[in-house]
């Protein structure tokens, strides 16, 4: 009996080297290594992409919604030198202006108008108009992730970045942003006026934390600013006004690599991620979410107890599942990219947004390097179904839209996953007392959509 010989090719893996939010988390742009595209944060789709041939890109960072977009080289072979900021202009295709440095682009932060380049040891800031204008040079301490945040909402002026010591942050005051342009005939009643402040600011500096920064954010009003440490227990609020500890929240126990932090428009709420696969909803309020903490805390002001057991936890967490996205069948693929990594069905950014769904309550939209779109909302008041019909949804790759009912669910984060090292503890401590995100929707993007 004769068979023919048969051969199954493995599954091409999806290689997302970047995506990345606007400031109003509106569209998000993502880096493949044929080029980059576009996509609408929600409703999911894709608005347009780029096939670019002689390079790799390492990041597209977009200013808003608008056609300008900030380009960086990177990968194996960059497309563009790693001492280079391409301004391209979506609209036609092309870039339109190129600037250069002598050492390598860390970091980028804009608004309208405004570019901040952070490099390994200063950050340099741009007017970005017809013509692109340099507006000043900042020192900074040691700066290899190239960190930095810009306040975006109409009239703000704030830029963060490292201060000149390990661990401090710097507060930098540009002119004020611009409001964004209305669309259409001119609106009858005029635009409000910038807010007139009769004080200058009087700080400049804030010693946040003792070890390195690995994340900074802030507000779109630029009241408020969230920093991280090389550590990543520990995610701590200031205001700028007068740099005070508004709040400090504990992430976990276990050191970790925080990604990002995002504030929920409104200022009510912060979103944190890290490597641990997991994001945490802390609340900023009294009201709404209460976020956890130990049953000693009310024995802090009396006993000497240790700082540990006054600190605040998440009240709502989401565990992003460990899909089998790209399943091989060979171990002979010499296929590897920056979001082939074992961390990379984990490592994601997040950012707020509001629905047509629901237009007074915020939802988080969540990217995953493996290709996952994930929509979450906020726990319900009361108890709420246990369902287990999603699993099947994430384990079948070909299923590209998965609106979920919100009556109908509670969360993934029972489905199984493979065994995973150092994270078994902090994933039974977040199950124990907290709450789970409900995930309304799950798509896919990046290769599923024909392209990339």
Not at 180 to 202: D, F, N, Q, Y
């Amino acid at each position: 009996m004769n068979l023919a010989r048969r051969s199954i090719t493995q599954t091409i893996p999806v290689q997302i080297f970047n995506t990345q939010f606007d400031a109003d988390c509106q569209i998000f742009t993502t880096v493949t290594p044929v080029g980059f595209a576009v996509y609408q944060a929600w409703p999911l789709k894709l608005l347009r992409r780029r096939e670019l041939s002689g390079g790799t890109l390492a990041a597209v960072v977009p200013c808003h919604s608008s056609s300008l977009l900030f380009l960086l080289g990177g990968g194996h072979s960059p497309l563009y030198p790693p001492n280079k900021v391409i301004l391209w202009d979506d609209a036609v295709g092309a870039e339109v202006a190129e600037l250069e440095f002598r050492e390598k682009v860390g970091g980028l932060a804009c608004r309208r108008g405004w570019l901040a380049v952070a490099l390994r040891r200063r950050v340099v800031v741009f007017e970005v108009h017809e013509t692109v204008i340099r507006r000043g040079e900042y020192d900074t301490c040691d700066n290899p992730r190239g960190v930095l945040a810009m306040a975006t909402g109409s009239y703000a002026t704030l830029l963060v970045i490292p201060g000149r010591q390990m661990g401090h942050v710097q507060l930098i005051q540009l002119p004020p942003c611009r409001p964004p342009e209305p669309l259409g005939p001119p609106p009858p009643v005029r635009p409000a006026k910038p807010p007139m402040s009769t004080v200058r600011k009087p700080v400049s500096f804030i010693a946040a934390h003792e070890s390195p920064l690995t994340t900074l954010s802030v507000t779109s009003s630029g009241r408020l600013v969230a920093t991280t440490s090389l550590r990543g227990t520990l995610v701590r609020i200031w205001e700028t006004s007068n740099g005070k500890l508004l709040k400090e929240f504990r992430r976990g126990s276990d050191k970790a690599e925080i990604y990002g932090v995002a504030f929920r428009p409104d200022e009510k709420e912060v979103a944190v991620w890290s490597d641990k696969g997991t994001i945490h909803v802390f609340s900023l309020t009294t009201t709404g979410g209460s976020n956890r903490q130990s049953s000693l805390s009310p024995l802090a002001p009396f006993l000497p107890l240790p700082k540990y057991f006054d600190s605040q936890w998440s009240y709502a967490q989401y565990r992003l599942p460990a899909q089998a996205a790209h399943i091989s069948l060979s171990s002979t693929s010499s296929v590897r990219s920056p979001a082939t990594d074992l961390a990379a069905d984990e490592k994601c950014v997040v950012g707020w947004t509001k629905t047509e769904e629901s237009l007074q309550e915020y939802q988080l939209i969540a990217l995953t390097y493996s290709g996952g779109w994930y929509r979450l909302s906020l726990p319900l008041k009361g108890p709420l179904a246990d369902h287990s019909d999603l699993s099947d949804v994430l384990q079948d790759p070909s299923h590209k839209m998965s609106p979920v009912s919100r009556q109908r669910t509670s969360s993934i984060s029972s489905i199984s996953s493979a065994p995973e090292r150092g994270k078994g503890k902090e994933r039974d401590k977040e199950r124990k007392d907290g709450h789970d995100l409900i995930l309304e929707e799950y798509r896919k993007y990046g290769r599923w959509d024909g392209w990339g």
